[in-house]
């Protein structure tokens, strides 16, 4: 049976992005006593449920909780007004704030010529417009955290703010392109969806090896994924939309450099990777590669 877990949530930021690509222009990616008084006896109450609370992470890949504390979570947060913008945490240092603007001004001058159905069903088109749409009416907050340690780049914590996105210094210290940047925060992006119950992740199989025999690892730290809580068996999960995300930027987007849709191709290649339920890969492979 595969065991279900999910990752991340995200917070307030009211920072709008305001960005669009000039004509022609090219994008690169470059938490003594007193009396006693009669005893009466009642009989017993039962003990109230206990509520979730948070699971333990393993310092792997990425932060995760179990459906059980998404849907305690979705209780204590049922009210979320619609996002008008998003805010920095005073935690986060200024070049990450610089780096953030400027990559999703990159998102926002995307300009695009097709979508595939799957990309069209989840985002629309592919438009920097749509883009910045679709990730500011899901979160409304960033800043730094340890999302449990270890590997993680990213998280949503649902018992924090789950419309809050976090940065781990890992998300900082690797160098990658700006595409792929933009690939961990939109797959956190799609956690924040509670109705959907977040897009939890599927464990990946023991072992778990790519195409050519060889040991999966996580292309951002190089943490491996066997039996790790980072796969998805649809295409409507975190690593299936931003999968989705970046292939249709390296077939569609007509202003983006050779380079930028070289790098969106190969990270979305190493994201399908991921997509452990057969059908699944075979519905992204008619949607994506045919």
């Not at 990425?62 to 979705?74: D, G, Q, V």
């Not at 998300?171 to 392109?177: A, I, R, T």
């Amino acid at each position: 049976m595969t065991r279900i877990v999910l990752p991340c949530l995200l917070a307030l930021f009211a920072f709008a992005v305001n960005a669009r690509a000039d004509e022609g222009a090219f994008f690169d990616g470059a938490g003594g006593g007193p009396e006693m008084p009669a005893l009466k006896f009642e009989a017993a109450k039962a003990a109230p449920a206990p509520q979730a609370g948070p699971t333990k992470q393993s310092g792997a890949d990425l932060y995760y909780f179990t459906p059980a504390e998404a849907k305690e979570a979705a209780k204590r947060f049922k009210f979320r007004p619609k996002s008008v913008g998003w805010v920095f945490d005073d935690n986060v240092p200024q070049n990450i704030k610089d780096q953030m603007l400027n990559d999703l001004a990159f998102m926002a001058g995307i300009q695009g010529n097709g979508a595939t159905p799957l990309h069209s069903e989840i985002f629309g088109k592919v438009d920097g417009a749509g883009y910045k749409n679709w990730f500011e009416s899901r979160v409304t907050g960033i800043g730094m955290n340890s999302c449990g340690g270890g590997k993680a780049v990213a998280c949503v914590i649902p018992f924090m703010d789950p419309s809050k996105m976090w940065l781990t210094q890992n998300f900082v210290k690797f160098s990658h392109p700006q595409v792929s940047r933009m690939m961990v925060v939109y797959h956190e992006a799609r956690h924040t969806e509670s109705q959907n119950g977040n897009w939890g992740h599927a464990t990946c199989p023991t072992p778990f090896l790519d195409k050519d025999g060889n040991e999966m690892k996580s292309i951002w730290t190089g943490a491996t994924l066997a039996g790790e809580p980072a796969c998805d068996e649809t295409p409507m999960g975190s690593y299936g939309s931003s999968t989705i995300l970046l292939k249709n930027i390296s077939k569609f987007c007509t202003n983006c450099t050779d380079k930028v849709k070289m790098d969106a191709g190969l990270y979305a290649d190493d994201q399908f990777g991921r997509i452990i339920d057969e059908g699944a890969k075979q519905q992204m492979i008619n949607d994506l590669y045919k």
